[in-house]
């Protein structure tokens, strides 16, 4: 009984694994898409609802500027790459909410928050583009829908075919522990240490051909580090060490430098 369940889950494994488009990595890919943004614009959409939306603000239009960008420029970049269709459905929003947290997520869709509490981290708009372009990576590049599949095999749940998950209250509490907005949600399940390289590395290419500077991720990278201590951000959840971080974004910048030089001459 046992070698026919460990054969059957190495067959789920096996023909449902993916190639991302852009990343070159291949990713347990269970959930649709589309099953994805329809389960994000809900819980989105009860979370702005519940919580102090900032508008009207220098610092609200700063969020809605900078976010606008590189989604801009991240849906041009698949599209040269021949891959737009990955983004269809993205109907990208960006708010800032009032919070002490020192976060910002983006969900399936381009649904995107950032908390009032990460700003004075940032402290400037090139830093919260590095910030954006590392949580709007996680989202493009199917991170969730990665990390939410693999749960769903750990606990035995089902998929057949386009079954809206929606509509099974595991897979909503799957995808709530992926993305908790909120301490009345259950346990995280944090993005893999390459996940985290890879939205740190694609997050550094996005701001700047944005028009963002990437040099500026190492010292923002730093003052996220130096909030550490005993219990770190939950930014920093599952994050590499810092000096591996560091290390791996110098080796990315050159590429970064390219396209931000790039992005300045208006190409």
């Keep these: 009984m046992r070698k026919l369940f460990f054969s059957a889950v190495l067959g789920l494994f096996t023909t449902s694994c993916a190639t991302n488009a852009i990343t070159g990595r291949s990713q347990l890919s269970l959930v649709p898409e589309t099953e994805m ?4 614009l809900s819980q989105y959409s009860q979370f ?11 610092n609200a239009q700063m969020v809605k500027r900078v976010g ?22 993205y109907q990208w929003e960006f708010n800032l909410v009032d919070s002490k947290e ?16 990460i700003l004075p ?31 769903m ?23 709530n522990q992926v993305y908790p907005m909120g301490s009345q949600v ?47 951000p939950a930014f920093l959840s599952s994050h590499p060490a810092d000096d591996e971080r560091i290390v791996k974004l110098q080796a990315a910048m050159p590429e970064a430098l390219q396209y931000y030089a790039n992005a300045k001459k208006g190409k």
């Design 37 to 40: 943004q329809t389960m994000a």
């Design 102 to 117: 020192v976060n910002a997520w983006c969900m399936p869709g381009g649904k995107v928050v950032v908390y009032t509490g």
């Design 121 to 151: 981290v940032t402290q400037n708009e090139t830093a919260l583009a590095i910030v954006l372009g590392h949580e709007i990576s996680h989202a493009v590049a199917g991170h969730g829908r990665e990390r939410m599949s693999q749960q």
């Design 153 to 175: 095999v750990a606990q035995g749940v089902q998929v057949i075919g386009q079954v809206a998950l929606s509509k099974n209250p595991t897979a909503n509490n799957i995808f």
């Design 186 to 232: 259950g346990v995280l399940l944090p993005n893999s240490r390459k996940q985290e390289l890879e939205a740190d590395r694609f997050g550094l290419l996005y701001a700047a051909m944005a028009g963002y500077n990437p040099e500026e991720a190492v010292p923002f990278w730093k003052r996220m580090a130096n909030l550490g201590g005993q219990k770190p």
């Design 68 to 89: 606008s960008k590189i989604a801009l420029a991240i849906t041009n970049y698949y599209k040269s790459k021949g891959v737009g269709g990955v983004l269809d459905g």
């Design 48 to 58: 702005l609802s519940s919580n102090k939306v900032v508008s009207g603000t220098a």
